[in-house]
């Protein structure tokens, strides 16, 4: 069946430029989390959404960083005015879980190819 | 200090051979917890969840002490497949902690 897919999968910008990165989740899936990974990092937590609300953006590096999921499927994180240490892999993960299920086995995060950005 | 650290390797290991590695949290509200697979420039995929019993699946056992706050993954037989980052990871709910929360990885590598 069909995975997480994202959208460009590889971005080149000229700093100072704003983009926008693209994640359509698996059908039916509640929660979308978008991460950031750095070369030799593991992934970082940047926002989640239950359905179109954002529940949590504790992880965003900046005023920057902006993520929408209007209609609680495709989600965008844009970055504004991009800098150079913006530069990095953005997931997009997608799992069916509801906050009040977690522990009930629905928590597994899909992960979607990734977007490659990088800031010259 | 990281909340979730693994030794990065990398561990060059024959194949065929058992290999195994640790990680360690330092949140004991942590209530998840996975072994992801990452091979190069690939999107993480989940390699097994870790319960308390211990589970197995094939040639994969994964192990949680929650006393000691510390996960383990054994490999045996290993192929020239297994091959790969093994990112260890925690899921903290609540207290605006939503996100998994990922070492940085062990990087392995199976050598004919």
């Known amino acids: 069946g069909a995975g997480v897919s994202q959208s460009p999968r590889y971005k080149v910008a000229k700093r100072g430029q704003d983009v926008a990165l693209r994640c359509d989740p698996i059908s039916g899936h509640v929660s979308l989390f978008w991460y950031q990974q750095a070369l030799g990092q593991g992934p970082e937590f940047l926002t989640y959404f239950q359905n179109e609300a954002q529940l949590d953006k504790s992880g965003l590096p900046s005023d920057r960083f902006f993520a929408e999921r209007p209609e609680g499927s495709v989600s965008t994180l844009k970055i504004q005015r991009t800098q150079q240490e913006d530069s990095a892999v953005y997931l997009c993960a997608s799992s069916l879980i509801l906050t009040r299920d977690r522990g009930k086995g629905t928590d597994t995060q899909y992960f979607g190819p990734g977007t490659r950005l990088t800031v010259l | 200090r990281k909340e979730v650290e693994q030794d990065p390797g990398p561990f060059n290991v024959p194949e065929g051979a058992t290999v195994a590695f640790n990680c360690t949290y330092s949140?004991?509200?942590?209530?998840?917890f996975f072994w992801y697979r990452q091979d190069c420039r690939k999107e993480p995929k989940l390699l097994m969840s870790?319960?308390?019993?211990?589970n197995e699946d094939g040639r994969f056992t994964a192990q949680l002490n929650r006393a000691s706050q510390y996960i383990s993954l054994l490999i045996r037989d290993s192929k020239l497949s297994d091959s790969a980052t093994y990112l260890c990871v925690v899921n903290i709910w609540g207290g605006g902690a939503d996100g998994l929360t990922f070492g940085k990885g062990t990087h392995l590598i199976i050598q004919p």
């Open positions: 870790v319960y308390s019993s211990g």
């Open positions: 949140n004991s509200a942590s209530q998840s």
